[in-house]
Each structure stands twice: as structure tokens, then as C-alpha cells.
């Protein structure tokens, strides 16, 4: 006979939703810190590629 799971704990859920939240939170400020940097001119630190760099290979 089938029984169901336990049911789980808000004290679990909320954790689980605190750490998806904290690691979303910090992936934004990196993405800002980033682009706050391409827009003044400071990414020095950092490579990115660029479509106008690429060479033309057809005639």
C-alpha cells in the first residue's frame, strides 16, 4: 500500500527559499557591479568578446 511522505517543515522551506533568494541577490549586485563598470570605462579587470572584433571570413 502506497503512504504518502511527511509533510515538510516551513522551518525547511524557508531556508531552502532564504538560500535560492541570498544567491539570486548576490548574482544581481555582481551583474550591476559589471555593467557599472563597462558604462564608466573601468573593465580592465575582467575579458569579454565583442561582435566587431570578430574577422569577416566571407568574401
Same mark, same amino acid.
Do not use: C
Given at each position: /500500500?502506497a503512504?504518502?511522505?511527511?509533510r &515538510?517543515s516551513?522551518?525547511k @522551506? =524557508? @531556508? =531552502?527559499k532564504?538560500?535560492? &533568494? =541570498? %544567491?539570486?541577490?548576490?548574482a544581481? %549586485? %555582481?551583474?550591476?557591479s559589471?555593467? %557599472? @563598470?563597462?558604462?564608466?570605462g573601468k573593465n /580592465?579587470s575582467?575579458?569579454y568578446t565583442n ?9
Amino acid at each position: /500500500m502506497a503512504v504518502p511522505k511527511k509533510r &515538510t517543515s516551513k522551518a525547511k @522551506s =524557508r @531556508s =531552502r527559499k532564504a538560500n535560492w &533568494t =541570498r %544567491k539570486a541577490h548576490i548574482a544581481s %549586485k %555582481k551583474a550591476i557591479s559589471i555593467a %557599472k @563598470s563597462i558604462l564608466y570605462g573601468k573593465n /580592465m579587470s575582467f575579458v569579454y568578446t565583442n561582435k566587431e572584433d570578430k574577422p569577416n571570413i566571407l568574401p
